[in-house]
């Protein structure tokens, strides 16, 4: 999304100790695998089968994916995802980092909201198909609207996320952190001379993970589609 100078972790990080790099770096490399298996694997999964089904069409908005971002939900998903990660040491300032702020700065354009599930996935499923098509420059309010439509409307096919409000925090958190570690790569292997690198492991992740070839998807007033 915007290519600004923004408060987002990869400068935040590098002003910090060693040890925070190392979690940053390993974060970053470990996107996927921190993942929570069921919540947020079976989710994006769903999105993206449903965004790549020939006969799927969501017109409406009509989903109810807010949540209440507590804090004391913040600090479950975290230790989780660190823990997935296998890191223990050198976490503090990852741990201090204000996602919401991120997420609302890097989103501005859009005007998503920090805790609504259904605007921080479609946030997140833009990024990763802008990372691996080499997009620079920022996509269509219209197009990136349809694409949450489709989004919100395959979410609440999730019993869980549709009736859960406490499942619907874990996975906004969760999907909210990701986004934020993502981008953070995304900036550093632009300034590093490695997008191509980056690139390609976000493509190939994605195949591997959900069958989707994101080079194959468009992004325009339709949504993003096949």
């Not at 996927?32 to 017109?59: P, S």
């Not at 980056?198 to 589609?225: C, N, P, T």
Request: charged letters at 25%.
């Amino acid at each position: 999304m915007k290519k600004i100078l923004l408060i987002i972790l990869v400068s935040i990080i590098c002003s910090a100790r060693i040890k925070a790099q190392d979690v940053m770096q390993t974060m970053i490399d470990n996107s996927f695998a921190t993942q929570q298996a069921y919540l947020t694997g079976h989710i994006n999964g769903l999105v993206m089968k449903n965004i790549t089904g020939k006969n799927y069409k969501a017109t409406k908005r009509t989903d109810r994916l807010t949540y209440n971002p507590h804090h004391k939900i913040k600090a479950e998903v975290m230790d989780a995802m660190l823990k997935r990660a296998k890191l223990t040491e050198g976490t503090e300032t990852f741990r201090n980092t204000d996602f919401d702020k991120i997420f609302t700065t890097v989103t501005a354009k859009y005007n998503f909201s920090y805790k609504d599930a259904g605007d921080i996935v479609t946030a997140y499923q833009v990024l990763n198909w802008m990372i691996a098509n080499k997009v620079n420059t920022e996509p269509a309010v219209a197009a990136v609207a349809a694409t949450r439509i489709k989004v919100g409307a395959s979410m609440m096919q999730n019993e869980k996320i549709n009736h859960d409000a406490y499942e619907r925090a874990k996975l906004g958190e969760e999907m909210k952190m990701l986004f934020a570690v993502v981008h953070a790569g995304w900036q550093n292997a632009l300034k590093s001379g490695g997008l191509n690198k980056y690139s390609d492991s976000i493509a190939k992740q994605y195949q591997q993970q959900y069958g989707v070839d994101l080079r194959k998807l468009k992004l325009d007033e339709q949504g993003m589609h096949l």
